[in-house]
């Protein structure tokens, strides 16, 4: 797709001045996918590491690839920029042959030069690639050039992280920059009734401008300390018309049949068709369930925009860019190249947060004070309070049996839509999807989201065992009109599928009577699907026997059933207190060809940890009068002192292709703590988070 869209050569690599610049659409956000493009480049071209740079992703400049997510940074924007280097390789050794002779085996990459061997003529490799057409086409069927040692690049900017240097889009200070704050209403079906002039007339005694477009409400102005005071005191002296609340309901009693609209899902993919008569019987059955939870980024959203009069600059950590600018510049009767958005990190971002929102609601305060660049930061209450959360979900499991084998499976996923970022579309999908368009004047009704009939895209992802099955049934269920606003989380529904799939394996390997490794390994023909289970088993071997109260869960997924292979055990103690405490975790991974080991295992090892989180800790509430977890103590995460030890293991598959890996360890993560859970205690725990109560209550149901 993205070679498609942009076939030049110059569209990803270009010269700049002494070095090469990468450019990419994918954005950074902790994946090191910059660093994996340095690293891809660097084996190709043999420059050194300083002559090296990545662009700034920004609108109309950088390649549009639309939304960074789905694992899909390497398998896209990698093999274009290494189909570019590799181009860009062949005609540098073509220019070299053709000024000075010699055959292409004459003739080598090293340190930065074109160098024929055995003399000294040496020519610079960036002098070479100034000299090429600007029109030369990428030739995506050239073989890549793979030298058998290449040193691995650090993560780009992590000393200066290490060293607190790094500026992340919340510490940009621009030249008369004015700091604004958001008044958030109560909850999101609330709408401002008036303000108290006397609150008013204070802002504008102290030099503060006041933004109000309906219920949208903000304050702006030179510094930030009084900005946030005066946000504060504006809250209280507005009065809101509450309407009635939002509703105080038993959330899983929504997820079920006669609420959806339903689809079977055949290889994968949702079919537009009647839906299956689910089995007479089963002879296992299980309900796995998972709350509203959020990202909890470590830093709120944010935004920084300036309007120049005919032009709106906007810095933002928004995953899409290109679909934002689209989304801003209809809201406000723009033409898209009268936007342009760069991105900038922010801390701790992963997924649809704030970042679009905050985006938009600087771009409205930045509109009303030309020239003058507008630092907008959501704080933490309205990060946790209006943030899009992953939807809830519930996964019906039916299982027939056979001589100790799945003779049939039925998968039913019940949940609201995942995606709600900003994307063109009919009806202003874009606008609609912006929060502050919401309260405006001319205030839209929140977009409904048509169903997703991708394959393995939102509720359904990896809903389709991965495991040889002679007949599955399955069965998305969208449920609509549910309290809170929704949209993509890390790995959307694998999460949960995973979670209801590999728990129920686990189950039935118990009453097969078989180790749960070898029973999986008894329905799986993958090869390389075998072989991280049996890597997993060598290493679990290894491992000291338990304690008494300690247990022992595994859990094996395939992100989309064609990425990242993982298989993880996990080792934990249920206490006396009923808190769950990780001990040690062993993660084993096929990713294919590696480009950025040490990237690789961050990878797997954060999504573990953000896992383990939501295992253990995290549940979105709420009541009539609005969300109630707005911090960290009302929406706990997994803490230092709750870390495990924690094993990673690569297998070399280097002559396979690379493929995704960021979102592969979550969702049999929560599996392998389910399952160690039950190893220790007997309970099966089938409702995330498993935290104390549920523990205690469980315990008490037995």
């Known amino acids: 797709m993205s070679l498609k869209d942009y076939p030049r050569v110059a569209d990803w690599l270009t010269t700049d001045g002494d070095s090469l610049l990468i450019h990419t659409g994918?954005?950074?956000?902790?994946?090191?996918?910059?660093?994996?493009?340095?690293?891809?480049?660097?084996?190709?071209?043999?420059?050194?590491?300083?002559?090296?740079?990545?662009?700034?992703?920004?609108?109309?400049?950088?390649?549009?690839?639309?939304?960074?997510?789905?694992?899909?940074?390497?398998?896209?924007?990698?093999?274009?920029?290494?189909?570019?280097?590799?181009?860009?390789?062949?005609?540098?050794?073509?220019?070299?042959?053709?000024?000075?002779?010699?055959?292409?085996?004459?003739?080598?990459?090293?340190d930065g030069h074109v160098q024929r061997a055995g003399t000294n003529l040496r020519l610079g490799l960036i002098e070479l690639?100034?000299?090429?057409?600007?029109?030369?086409?990428?030739?995506?069927?050239?073989?890549?050039?793979?030298?058998?040692?290449?040193?691995?690049?650090?993560?780009?900017?992590?000393?200066?992280?290490?060293?607190?240097?790094?500026?992340?889009?919340?510490?940009?200070?621009?030249p008369g920059m004015w700091h604004a704050r958001r008044v958030s209403p109560p909850h999101a079906r609330a709408t401002l009734r008036e303000i108290d002039q006397t609150a008013i007339d204070k802002i504008d005694a102290k030099g503060l401008h006041l933004l109000r477009d309906g219920s949208f409400i903000a304050v702006a102005g030179p510094r930030e300390w009084d900005v946030v005071k005066a946000a504060t005191s504006l809250g209280l002296a507005c009065t809101w018309d509450k309407g009635g609340g939002l509703p105080e309901t038993d959330i899983f009693a929504h997820l079920v049949p006669e609420n959806a609209q339903r689809f079977p899902v055949v290889n994968a993919t949702p079919q537009d068709a009647p839906v299956p008569a689910p089995f007479d019987a089963a002879d296992l059955s299980a309900r796995y369930e998972r709350p509203y939870q959020m990202h909890g980024a470590l830093a709120p959203s944010a935004a920084l925009a300036e309007w120049t009069g005919d032009r709106l600059i906007l810095h933002s950590h928004s995953q899409g860019i290109y679909p934002l600018r689209e989304a801003i510049a209809d809201s406000l009767g723009l033409m898209p190249d009268q936007v342009e958005i760069t991105h900038v990190p922010g801390s701790g971002c992963y997924g649809h947060n704030g970042a679009d929102d905050a985006a938009f609601e600087a771009a409205l305060i930045a509109m009303a004070h030309p020239n003058t660049p507008i630092l907008l930061k959501w704080s933490r209450e309205d990060e946790h309070a209006w943030e899009p959360y992953a939807p809830p979900m519930a996964v019906q499991i039916d299982v027939k049996l056979a001589?100790?084998?799945?003779?049939?499976?039925?998968?039913?996923?019940?949940?609201?839509?995942?995606?709600?970022?900003?994307?063109?579309?009919?009806?202003?999908?874009?606008?609609?999807?912006?929060?502050?368009?919401?309260?405006?004047?001319?205030?839209?009704?929140?977009?409904?989201?048509?169903?997703?009939?991708?394959?393995h895209a939102g509720m359904h992802r990896n809903l389709d065992p991965i495991y040889d099955i002679p007949e599955t049934r399955l069965v998305k269920n969208l449920v609509r009109g549910l309290p809170?606003?929704?949209?993509?989380?890390?790995?959307?529904?694998?999460?949960?599928?995973?979670?209801?799939?590999?728990?129920?394996?686990?189950d039935l390997a118990r009453s097969a009577e078989s180790d749960p490794i070898a029973f999986r390994q008894s329905h799986l023909s993958d090869p390389r699907a075998k072989a991280v289970l049996s890597e997993l088993d060598r290493r679990i071997s290894a491992r000291p026997a338990l304690p008494d109260g300690a247990g022992r869960g595994i859990a094996y997924a395939q992100y989309k059933n064609a990425m990242t292979r993982v298989g993880i055990a996990v080792e934990?103690?249920?206490?006396?207190?009923?808190?769950?405490?990780?001990?040690?975790?062993?993660?084993?991974?096929?990713?294919?060809?590696?480009?950025?080991?040490?990237?690789?295992?961050?990878?797997?090892?954060?999504?573990?940890?953000?896992?383990?989180?939501?295992?253990?800790?995290?549940?979105?509430?709420?009541?009539?009068?609005?969300?109630?977890?707005?911090?960290?103590?009302?929406?706990?995460?997994?803490r230092f002192d709750n870390v495990p030890d924690l094993d990673v293991v690569v297998l070399e598959t280097s002559g396979t292709p690379s493929v995704g890996a960021g979102e592969a360890s979550p969702g049999p993560t929560v599996a392998a703590i389910a399952n160690a859970i039950h190893a220790a205690t007997g309970l099966r725990l089938r409702r995330m988070p498993f935290a104390p109560d549920a523990i205690t209550q469980a315990a008490l149901a037995v």
Not at 141 to 158: F, Y
């Open 403 to 455: 001589g100790g084998r799945i003779a049939a499976l039925s998968a039913e996923a019940h949940s609201d839509t995942h995606r709600g970022r900003p994307r063109p579309g009919p009806n202003r999908a874009g606008p609609a999807k912006l929060l502050a368009n919401r309260f405006r004047t001319e205030a839209m009704d929140p977009y409904v989201s048509p169903a997703n009939m991708g394959k």
């Open 572 to 638: 934990l103690t249920v206490t006396d207190t009923a808190e769950t405490r990780l001990d040690h975790a062993t993660i084993v991974a096929d990713a294919g060809r590696v480009i950025d080991p040490d990237g690789l295992i961050a990878q797997l090892e954060g999504g573990f940890m953000q896992a383990a989180s939501w295992a253990l800790c995290e549940e979105v509430t709420w009541d009539r009068d609005g969300i109630t977890s707005r911090d960290w103590d009302s929406y706990p995460v997994i």
């Open 26 to 110: 994918k954005v950074d956000i902790g994946q090191r996918i910059s660093t994996a493009l340095v690293r891809i480049v660097q084996e190709e071209l043999a420059l050194p590491l300083l002559q090296i740079g990545i662009a700034p992703v920004r609108t109309g400049h950088a390649p549009d690839e639309g939304i960074t997510s789905g694992s899909n940074s390497i398998e896209q924007s990698g093999r274009a920029v290494a189909s570019a280097a590799a181009t860009l390789r062949k005609h540098a050794l073509d220019m070299a042959i053709a000024q000075h002779g010699g055959d292409r085996a004459d003739w080598v990459l090293e």
């Open 129 to 174: 690639a100034n000299d090429l057409p600007p029109d030369l086409p990428v030739d995506p069927d050239l073989p890549r050039h793979v030298p058998s040692v290449t040193p691995a690049p650090d993560m780009r900017g992590i000393s200066a992280m290490v060293q607190g240097r790094y500026s992340f889009l919340h510490d940009l200070d621009l």
């Open 484 to 506: 809170h606003r929704t949209s993509a989380m890390r790995c959307l529904g694998a999460v949960t599928n995973i979670f209801a799939l590999e728990s129920m394996m686990d």
